[in-house]
């Protein structure tokens, strides 16, 4: 059984900043892609940025400057750094996980969310 514990959402004021953790934990042989997602009402989920094991990092064009996520393998933990927050960026953040199992077998995790509110 594999967990994904999300920390770091709240209100902020535009321009403010916020950062996100998420740490993995449980039967683990080993993490490919780690990353985060949104959903704000209405809209569909969409990714905000990944990175891979090797520490190679894609951003959605929206936060490309903006956001910066890291990793830490020994943790099993990423975070999401995210600066010059925008009302736009309101939405209910989602940590994912691409987790290769003891049994050599792959599967994809979800944390339960957590809620970021850009005030302006």
């Known amino acids: 059984q594999v967990r994904l514990v999300e920390s770091g959402g709240g209100l902020v004021q535009a321009g403010g900043s916020l950062r996100l953790s998420c740490t993995a934990s449980?039967?683990?042989?080993?993490?490919?892609?780690m990353g985060w997602y949104r959903q704000a009402p209405g809209k569909q989920r969409e990714l905000v940025a990944s990175?891979?094991?090797?520490?190679?990092?894609t951003y959605t064009d929206s936060v490309k400057g903006r956001f910066t996520l890291s990793r830490d393998n020994a943790e099993n933990t990423v975070y999401l750094q995210m600066n010059s927050l925008k009302p736009e960026d309101t939405a209910v953040y989602y940590c994912?996980?691409?987790?290769?199992?003891?049994?050599?077998?792959?599967?994809?995790?979800w944390g339960q969310g957590t809620q970021v509110t850009v005030s302006s």
């Open positions: 994912n996980a691409d987790v290769i199992l003891p049994n050599w077998l792959r599967s994809d995790y």
């Open positions: 449980g039967s683990i042989r080993r993490i490919n892609v």
């Open positions: 990175i891979t094991s090797g520490g190679t990092t």
